[in-house]
């Protein structure tokens, strides 16, 4: 049950990131309409924003992968007596 909990807990941060970071991009978008003329080209920064967003996911998705490794090529084994 503590495996499950801990796959599932990736699981929530993982959907409560994407949709938060799903937000900011609305809020990015919504905020380029209201921008005053002569305010910086602000793009290419929330572009290298968005990339971040996407990283941590992906980092996200193999953080996991490692404990679902660990816990089948190590915890099964290593604790196999307790099945």
């Known amino acids: 049950k503590e495996h499950n909990d801990i796959l599932n807990a990736f699981d929530n941060l993982y959907d ?3 949709k938060h970071w799903k937000t ?7 905020g380029l309409k209201k921008l005053p003329k002569n305010h910086e080209d602000v793009n ?5 924003h ?8 992906e980092t996200l998705k193999a ?13 099964g084994p290593d604790f196999h007596w307790t099945k």
């Open 16 to 18: 409560n990131c994407e």
């Open 24 to 30: 900011e991009n609305e809020y990015f978008k919504m």
């Open 44 to 48: 290419n920064k929330m572009k290298l």
């Open 50 to 57: 968005e990339q971040e967003h996407i990283t941590l996911l």
């Open 63 to 75: 953080t996991k992968n490692n404990v679902i490794e660990h816990i089948q090529n190590r915890d």
